[in-house]
């Protein structure tokens, strides 16, 4: 295989890799774990277009030692888990499942022994079906809950844990989730689903100050982010890609680093004492968390063009079309592959927050590939590390790039159909197999260090 020579990444550099939960671990209602809105939405017949139930992951939570050995081989440095909620508080709120923090206490034990930084990501999708059912993040109450919980964790895991992720793409949950109906919990309320986000921010923030009263430092968020292109030049195109821009980057970046709403419309829209919520959401963060995969096309409504989307059906009454991007390769998920669309998001960044971005990582950022062979996915890595790379030394301050994913696992409702691992998972036996790509991703870490 040829080895890259890609551009020297500063001394200290985080190289690691991500992967979450519901993705990964199986053992749904194993030692106590309750189910979460995930287990019960992807049971309902016809939402998993394979026909899977997301019930058995990866196997995880039986092969975790497996999984962090494949790191160890990979010399990452870091490992981005999540922790699932309702194994932890299996309710969502009281009673404290002690089988379920057991394990997030061997799999940090088995990283740290490897010497590989844990870095739990304390939400990525899976609310506890007793809280979803009492309104999910449509529920003010939903924030609070999730503040105590992350005190729980901490207090049990912050001994060891060096660097905390609060939320996993608020955005994609209250988009796909509550405004589309396409993920859990499934609600189509467009705009009326704006409140989730408004809560999953303040349940950040809570967070935030829960995880440094038990002692935890270095806190971030992952926030997904996509560079969004004007289909063309009407007036209603301009219009469509401004507001997506708004509604998919800075309706979440904005409150979380200058304490308040793009605009005031979408402040107004927002439930509860909005003022002080801004106040705990801004709750300065030690590091600021981008997951890259695409830019975004967007003009004006475009029925006819959006079904090949991510798969997701973009109702027509929205505002906003998404159309093809033409001209770039793909993904076998259908994602344009454009490198340099994550110097663009970055610097974009920059220029919008100047002295108030903090320090950034890139939490997420891959591609799905069939095969074992996967120089496809070599490229898209090697493509976007120098896209990165061109961004740093343009100014932007980034301190690590966690790759999506460690292993294939299960890509919500595509099911196990598309493949984003470095290391190929049989479903079958649920084997392991590391692909080109991880080979090479341990000689780009490898390389880094000499
Ligand atoms: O698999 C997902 C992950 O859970 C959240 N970010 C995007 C990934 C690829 O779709």
Redesign the pocket.
Known sequence: MKIPSLPTFPPGFLWGASA?AF?TEGAARADGKGPSGWDAFAAQPGRIKDGGDGTRGTGFYERYREDVALLAGLGAGAFRFSVSWPRVVPDGTGAVNAAGLDFYDRLVDDLCAHGITPAPTLY??DTPLALEERGGWLDRDTAYRFADYAGIVAERLGDRVPMWITI??PA?VTLLGYALGEHAPGKKMLFDALPAAHHQLLAHGLAVRALRAAGASDIGIAV?HTPVWPAGDSEEDRFGAELYDTVSNWLFADPLLTGAYPDENFAALMPGPVAEDLEIISTPLDWYGV?Y?NPTLVGAPAPQALDSFAGFDIPSELPFGIREIEGYDRTD?GWPVVPDGLREMLIQLESRYGDRLPPLYIT?N?C?YDGIEDPRRIAFLDGHLRSLHTAMSEGVDVRGYFT??LTD?F??IEGNA?R?GLVHVDYETMRRTPKDSYHWYREVIRGSKS
């Open positions: 979450s993705q990525h999708w996993n793409e994609e997904s997951n995969y998920f997420e891959g799905s999506w994913s696992n890509e919500w598309q984003f």
